[in-house]
């Protein structure tokens, strides 16, 4: 399973037992997109190749 928590500035990710930071500067690059409004899905999809998506994606500007 994996946890997101998110900030302002990133996003602390716990992915099998192992915890990192995504910083907003990476997502940003990676998405192509602003960081409040890339969504907890697209966040999930640079974590894991093949993740299980449930319920509707939320922008990160809802969510902090």
């Given amino acids: ?16 037992g192992t915890e990192f930071r995504l910083e907003k500067d990476l997502i940003e690059e990676a998405t192509r997109k602003s960081y409040m409004d890339v969504t907890d899905h697209e966040v999930l999809k640079i974590v894991e190749k093949r993740p299980s998506l449930s319920g509707e994606p939320r922008r990160i500007g809802d969510i902090v």
């Fill in 1 to 16: 399973m994996t946890t997101l928590s998110f900030d302002e500035t990133g996003v602390d990710v716990v992915y099998q």
